[in-house]
């Protein structure tokens, strides 16, 4: 009647721990290689000022020989797409060293004129 016989062992789950390890392991090396911000649409050089104090907005970018890039939009086609941005909030303008006074103030004017806020000008200490 009664049984003394030693019960059977179970079988021994597998641990997942050093899965979740490898896990956690992967995801921070994942976004600590990962590309934060976008990378920029050409060189620049910045120009350089006395001061730099930090900048906040959307980024409007003029290289030396006078292309422009917004986002993903080329050329003419940057204006477009500024049209459709909140013109409270300031537009940086990220222009290269080399580019001439006339062709920035000419630029200044047009994005005034197409109804653009508050213009930035980024520079870099000297």
Known sequence: MF???????RARAESIVPMINVVFLLLI???MSARIAPPEPFETTPLRAAAQ???????????ADGALAYGAARGEAVFAALAARDPVQPLVIRADAGVEAAALARLAARLAAEGQGALRLQTVPR
């Open 53 to 63: 104090d930090p900048l906040a907005g959307d980024t409007l970018y003029l290289s």
């Open 29 to 31: 090396f994942f976004l």
């Open 3 to 9: 049984d003394f016989d030693t019960p059977a062992p």
